[in-house]
């Protein structure tokens, strides 16, 4: 776009687009023509010799004159043509004065404001003026604005003429012309003198100016009386004047802004009640802290001061800003928190009394977050020290202040000086797709998509970096049919924060919800605990969540990335109808997945990797790939139907390198009056777990239902590949179809204590800790697991070569395991590289039901010398390479075991009997037989003296 000739006192411009032939294209005429439409009359002259900018300040004629030209814009393409070429850089600009002189005009430069106001620009003035180096954003005549970037923005038709405002009491109100009902502006002026105001309606904007000032300024758009706000049951709500009363909409909520947050305040004792104020507050701005609800902890009284502590027996004890009563010292008592106040009893005790707070100094109090924390006047900050409370009673009798400035709507404390901005009028207009850049954010990043996402059902975030501060347990909630997609390169990042709880993204009772792309980010290594270092049990407690879906039905998620979270990348307390797809989960503190109740759930494509401790932990964590924990089954809620298709689990590792967990401890918890049934169904299909394995416990009858894993390859485990920990359920059965076991047992070094107890690619495991006797059915075994097909090879890779298999009970004096491995069966079994198959460690009595059969291709250490087997079984297949003899004891149990003997030696083997035995379908009342060269045979004894014959060559 060049400047041409002069004509007509007009600027005619030549517009040079690139293509072939020169001209505009039919997009290019278009956009001219909505240009033309929707501008007019450009820098409007006000009274005053000032030209009036959209944030409120002046522009005067000194100031029009432009700064250096700006590198030209590259041209526009054609439909047909080539692309356009960059502009030349442009020389020091001219006054919009000196312009218009250039252009053939004369007169002064009022001449040229009075040239303003009367005709106004043609469109290819305001490109010219735009092209001159005009840096502010200029009203229009009709409210709009004009910049380098946009040229329009008025999505709200409202006519000034729709309106009429007046000066009352000093006060500017406003009505609509066809009511009589005057309203106080929310937006004033500020006029500390008292000076006369008056007021008027220009440019869509209510002016007003002090009388002996004579100078118009600008107070607020009349587009925002469209609006109305309010604050009602802790929340900021909106709707459109022209809305029925039952259409206020919440976008703010009050515990995601607290005014005293992470500002030092003075405290004082007074009665029963600690006061706090402001430290730049007069002595009548004293108010109660309020301390919460039932937060049960412990205080002792010593001699010279007072102590409390959490209930947890590790827990330290913390000083407290209170005088002890010589009464109690030396003695511990029970507290909870009562609102404003803390009360205590004896721990022998029933009902409470009100502890006298006493202090005679004033101290520190500080807010973080969710903690409360205090010092004395004298202390420096390293001596911060917490007192027990509870946040989300905190606060609850606080309004906010909220208004529409300019068309933003802001909020503030009525103690704060400063207004926040909140979000955009416009982005409160539904659209059928909101897009939003990072420049579009307005205000605090986490708080503006809040209010976004109450309106907009359709959210579209470009490629960014958009960091969130939380400071509430609540983050982005979702409307039922709503959709909010992330674009290729957009990340959503907790900032490091000291909250206990916080979730991303709030799915409660919601229906139909998409959320796709991009990356969520954790604040996992970076963030600042709620509780001590040392504080184990409250610190594992701690949960930042990437997602959380509750009580929700039909909801996908699909194409991302979500990691680093101290919590769970997705946790799913209670869910229906769940489908993921091409999710990458890793890097969890907790576990990469958290499923808790509900069902058809189905995980496709899905990695869920690295889930693992911090680094600045002392603590170890759950660290799973999955963990699938169904608690307490109220209501019938278990999981049912949940499915991992081609799913893989890679290298997760907390208390055990755990790729998924199927725990069903939960369901019969010590102590609960009425446990109910649950249904729960898992299936694994083509899962692949990489240095770490999967854990089965269906430990109680409350487990109906099944697991099923098919086609699985356990790779380079550390521990073992597959353990059924406590898997006693009558209830519940398990299938394997098809799993290959490569190389299982990579660092069993680093499993010490009763972890060692695991170590096998497959590991049968019961106890019988006290602390599980609420949770599972005692005096039983493992039972009901049927394997097939199964493959256990070690290439040596894998350091753990002593057997495949092991079978691990622990019993004691009143707790008998019967019936250990009833139903079940492994078939099919191939293993190589392993000194044994199967390994009873702890020599319990096995079922007869339990039954193991072999591939032909299944290998052993060879057998050298004589050999006895015994009633431990823990050998039963022999690869026999040097002419010896085995011989089989009296006092083998009758069961299911297939006995495999193969002679591979240069000779004959002979198999001996203590007594006479019958070998039905091959020979009777023998004690030895002949196993020539290269013969193989398959036998399970089934009584005293009686062994069946199954498969072989002797």
């Known amino acids: 776009m060049a400047i041409g000739s002069a004509n007509d006192n007009k600027i005619v411009l030549e517009l040079q687009v690139g293509g072939q032939g020169g001209g505009l294209s039919e997009n290019d005429r278009q956009l001219l023509n909505d240009f033309k439409e929707n501008t007019e009359n450009i820098l409007k002259k006000t009274e005053s010799d000032d030209i009036l900018l959209a944030n409120g300040e002046t522009l005067s004629r000194e100031e029009l004159k432009g700064d250096k030209g700006d590198t030209g814009e590259r041209g526009q393409r054609g439909e047909r043509g080539l692309q356009g070429e960059q502009g030349i850089q442009g020389v020091d600009g001219k006054s919009a004065y ?12 009022q001449d040229f404001l009075n040239w303003l106001q009367g ?101 607020y758009l009349v587009e925002d009386l469209a609006y109305e706000l309010r604050f009602a049951s802790l929340h900021i709500q909106w709707k459109l004047r022209s809305e029925a009363s039952h259409l206020w909409k919440n976008i703010l909520y009050n515990y995601n802004v607290r005014e005293l947050d992470h500002q030092v305040l003075t405290a004082k004792i007074e009665g029963e009640t600690i006061k706090i104020k402001l430290q730049s507050e007069g002595d009548d701005k004293w108010r109660d802290l309020l301390l919460g609800h039932s937060y049960n902890f412990n205080i002792r009284f010593l001699e010279n001061h007072i102590e409390w502590k959490s209930n947890d027996p590790n827990s330290q004890w913390y000083k407290f800003p209170l005088n002890p009563d010589a009464s109690k010292n030396g003695k511990t008592y029970v ?51 917490w007192i027990p409370f509870r946040s989300e009673n905190y606060h609850t009798k606080d309004t906010l202040d909220c208004r529409i400035h300019f068309g933003v709507i802001q909020y503030k404390f009525p103690l704060q000086e400063q207004w926040s901005d909140l979000i955009p009028l416009k982005d409160l207009i539904k659209v059928e797709q909101k897009v939003i850049s990072e420049k579009d954010i307005v205000g605090d990043t986490l708080n503006y998509l809040r209010a976004l996402t109450t309106v907009q059902d359709n959210v579209l975030l470009r490629a960014g970096l958009y960091k969130v501060n939380p400071v509430s347990s609540y983050g982005i909630s979702l409307l039922s ?26 799915l409660r009772k919601v229906n139909n919800v998409e959320i796709s792309g991009g990356q969520l980010i954790g604040d996992k290594e970076e963030h600042l605990y709620h509780n001590s270092i040392d504080d184990n049990r409250y610190r594992r407690e701690e949960h930042i969540h990437g997602i959380n879906i509750d009580e929700c039905r039909d909801i996908k998620i699909f194409d991302m990335k979500i990691d680093k979270f101290i919590g769970d990348c997705i946790q799913i307390p209670y869910a229906e109808n769940i489908y993921c797809r091409n999710l990458h989960l890793v890097g969890s503190r907790m576990e990469n997945l958290g499923l808790r109740h509900g069902k058809n759930f189905i995980f496709e494509n899905c990695n869920l990797d690295f889930a693992s401790p911090d680094s600045k ?80 416990a269906s430990a109680n009858d409350l487990a109906n239902g099944f697991l099923y894993i098919e086609n699985a390859t356990f790779i380079e485990t550390q521990w073992f590949g597959l353990l059924f920990r406590d898997n006693v359920s009558a209830n519940f059965k398990t299938y394997v179809k098809g799993a290959r076991f490569i190389d ?125 087997v015994t009633k431990d079984t823990n050998n039963h297949v022999f690869n026999v390479t040097s002419a010896s003899n085995v011989t089989f004891k009296e006092d083998i149990h009758s069961s299911n075991i297939e006995y495999y003997a193969k002679n591979s030696s240069q000779g004959e083997v002979k198999l001996k009997f203590e007594t006479p035995t019958d070998i039905e379908g091959l020979a009777y009342g023998i004690q030895e037989f002949a196993l020539a060269r290269g013969k193989r045979i398959k036998m399970r004894k089934i009584d005293t003296n009686r062994w069946e014959y199954l498969e072989g060559t002797a």
Not at 98 to 109: A, F, M, P, R, V
Request: include cysteine; charge should be negative; glycine fraction near 6%.
């Open 98 to 109: 000196h312009i218009w002189l250039d252009i053939g005009n004369q007169g002064s430069e």
């Open 119 to 219: 005709e106004g620009l043609t469109e290819e003035e305001k490109q010219q003026l735009i092209k001159k180096g005009a840096t502010k954003d200029i009203l229009l005549e009709d409210g709009t604005t004009i910049t380098k970037e946009e040229l329009l923005s008025n999505d709200i038709d409202i006519q000034p003429s729709d309106y009429e405002v007046r000066v009352f009491e000093n006060k500017i109100q406003f009505k609509l012309k066809t009511t009589n009902t005057w309203t106080d502006l929310p937006t004033q002026p500020e006029n500390p003198s008292g000076k006369t105001l008056s007021a008027r309606i220009h440019n869509k904007f209510i002016q007003f100016k002090f009388d002996d000032e004579g100078k118009w300024l600008p107070l």
């Open 335 to 385: 507290a909870k928190l009562n609102q404003n106040k803390i009360e205590i009893r004896e721990t022998s005790g029933v009902s409470f009394e009100v502890l006298p707070l006493v202090f005679s100094e004033n101290f520190n109090i500080q807010i973080k977050d969710q903690r409360l924390e205090w010092k004395e006047l004298t202390e420096d900050d390293l001596k911060w020290k």
């Open 481 to 506: 049919n709503s959709k909010f997609h992330l674009e290729n390169g957009a990340t959503i990042k907790v900032n490091p924060c000291t909250l206990p709880t916080f979730y991303l993204f709030n």
């Open 617 to 696: 932990s002392k603590f170890t964590n759950l660290g799973y790939g999955v963990d699938i924990e169904p608690h307490l089954a109220i209501k019938g809620k278990g999981l049912e139907n949940i499915k991992f298709l081609n799913c893989t689990f890679k290298h997760n590792k907390g208390f055990m390198p755990v790729g998924a967990m199927i725990s069903l401890y939960g369901l019969k918890r010590q102590g609960a009056t009425t446990p109910e049934p649950a249904n729960v169904t898992i299936s694994f299909i083509n899962p692949v777990f990489e240095g770490c394995g999967l854990v089965a």
């Open 744 to 868: 299982c047992g990579t660092d069993v070094a680093s499993a010490s204590g009763y972890y060692s107890q695991f170590i096998a690619p497959i590991s049968f495991w019961v106890n019988s800790n006290e602390y599980q006797k609420g949770e599972v059915e005692l005096n039983r075994g493992t039972r009901n697991i049927f394997m097939s097909d199964i493959e256990i090879i070690n290439t040596d890779k894998g350091k753990f070569r002593q057997f495949a298999i092991q079978n691990y009970v622990t019993t004691n004096s009143t707790n008998t395991k019967l019936n250990d491995l009833q139903n079940v069966e492994i078939t099919n079994l191939k293993v190589v590289g392993y000194e044994k198959i199967f390994h009873n460690q702890t020599g319990q009595m096995i079922d007869p039901t339990f039954k193991i059969t072999y591939s032909n291709e299944t290998q052993v250490t060879e057998i050298i010398n004589d050999f006895i």
